[in-house]
């Protein structure tokens, strides 16, 4: 029986023409972060399941790719639960790992920290558009920072690469969920109630506003605290400032260092940013990590017509492993969209050097091949690209297909010369 050639669903092959392109977005990312005084650093694939399974994760704990115990730790025939199978995950998200390194190494770390990381993720999801089960993160993190600083450092440093890549016109959605629990309150909802009443509303954009109301009436919320809910969102719509709208509105409910801290982000980020985006406060904006804890976002691309990237502060969640709260602030790239929308564009890497084929005839002599691959050399040593393989019999077909990876010269080296 043959072997199966395909990839597993959800995962897939990666051609030439889009490594290269990954390449040189991966070296985008990493320069522009590292003038921002971002530090490289790497966590293993896998981590305890009692770290995945914290209820941290939202819904993507649902979506955890787990591993067995190995050898007489795996006993099939004696086990009556879960635990008793399985110790580790595949990492769902950067965020928990770097939680647990800083833990670890938080003597040896900075204070604050600003750490970048790049690396493979996994959740068993369903694969679709810019969606799969196997796929790149990109998190740049502060942790140690309890000022806004973290939020318009990162704000700056994501928007500055998305810049640098060629993306203009796009928005980085804004919200703090204290302002989210102080609409709650404000509305007459319970704070038992509010995961309920927030998971409905992150379908704004997908149901309308007619839609959410609907469902919290169906989820059996008082009508009057429905329509005092929804009437905030209508207000902040037609307000030309809907942070400070809500400030008049909801009093006491929101206190005044959540408003101070949105506008000061507001304001730093666009007096001071690089690239053509807008920075939108979204009082609908959720994000469906329960780990975050005061300002969160998003980065809307038009061409893509989704979030293509997010991020928040979870000030509790680093205190879950070493019994102290500690102030944190992360902000991901979706790569795996952003090489899709740049595929589908046509996107053509800047200031590529030049690429050279040479096609050698079979039965070359030895004594000049010698000096072709000492010319090949020289040629690298400039910068040049240079690829040297055999001649093929269908010279034409191959000719071709070097044209389409980009060589711009293809010399031949023939028996007679």
């Known amino acids: 029986m043959a072997l199966i050639k395909k990839p597993v669903t959800g995962m897939k092959d990666i051609m030439p023409d889009e490594m ?8 985008v990312i ?18 305890n399941i009692a770290n995945l399974s914290s209820k941290q994760g ?20 004696t086990a ?22 800083y833990a670890n190494h ?12 790049m690396g493979n993720v996994w959740r068993a999801d369903r694969p679709q558009r810019g969606r799969y089960r196997q796929f790149m993160q990109c998190d740049i993190d502060i942790i140690g920072e309890p000022s806004n600083l973290a939020e318009i450092e990162l ?61 919290l009436v169906k989820a059996g919320f008082l009508q009057e605290s429905v329509d005092k809910y929804l009437a905030l969102f209508e207000g902040v719509e037609k307000a030309d400032d809907g942070v400070a709208y809500l400030a008049r ?20 980020v666009t007096s001071t940013k690089a690239a053509e985006f807008e920075l939108v406060f979204d009082p609908t904006l959720v994000r469906g990590m329960s780990y975050y804890t005061g300002t969160i976002f998003e980065i809307a691309i038009p061409e893509f017509g989704g979030s293509c990237g997010g991020g928040g502060r979870y000030d509790k969640m680093v205190g879950n492993f070493i019994g102290k709260d500690v102030p944190a602030c992360g ?16 996107f053509q890497i800047p200031q590529q050097p030049k690429k050279t084929a040479y096609l050698i005839e079979k039965g070359y002599p030895g004594d000049k091949l010698a000096g072709v691959i000492a010319r090949a050399q020289e040629a690298r040593k400039d910068g040049q690209q240079v690829l040297v393989v055999r001649m093929n019999k269908n010279k034409k077909f191959q000719k071709e297909q070097l044209a389409r990876e980009g060589y711009e010269e293809v010399i031949e080296f023939f028996n007679r010369d």
């Not at 990493?30 to 694939?45: H, V």
């Not at 704990?61 to 795996?74: C, D, P, S």
């Not at 902000?331 to 046509?346: A, H, N, P, T």
């Open 20 to 27: 290269q392109i990954r390449d040189y977005v991966m070296g």
């Open 30 to 47: 990493k320069e522009t972060y590292r003038a921002f005084g971002f530090t490289p650093i790497e966590t293993p694939c896998m981590e």
């Open 58 to 77: 939202g819904e993507n704990e649902k979506l955890i790719f787990k591993v067995l115990k190995r050898g007489e730790k795996l006993n099939l025939k």
């Open 80 to 101: 009556e639960c879960e635990a008793d199978l399985v110790d580790n995950g595949l990492r769902y998200d950067l965020t928990v790992p770097l939680c647990r390194y």
């Open 106 to 117: 938080a003597n040896d770390l900075p204070n604050p920290f600003k750490a970048l990381q």
């Open 155 to 215: 704000i700056l440093a994501t928007t500055g690469t998305l810049g640098k890549l060629g993306f203009k016109n796009f928005e980085i959605r804004i919200n703090e969920r204290r302002i989210l629990k102080a609409m709650a309150a404000y509305s007459g909802f319970q704070e038992a109630d509010y995961d309920t009443v927030f998971i409905i509303l992150d379908k704004m954009d997908k149901i309308g506003l007619s839609g959410v109301a609907e469902e």
């Open 249 to 268: 509105e909801l009093g006491e409910y929101l206190d005044a260092d959540v408003v101070q801290n949105m506008q000061e982000i507001s304001a730093s």
């Open 331 to 346: 902000f991901s790239i979706g790569f795996e969209r952003i090489i899709m929308l740049l595929m589908e564009s046509g």
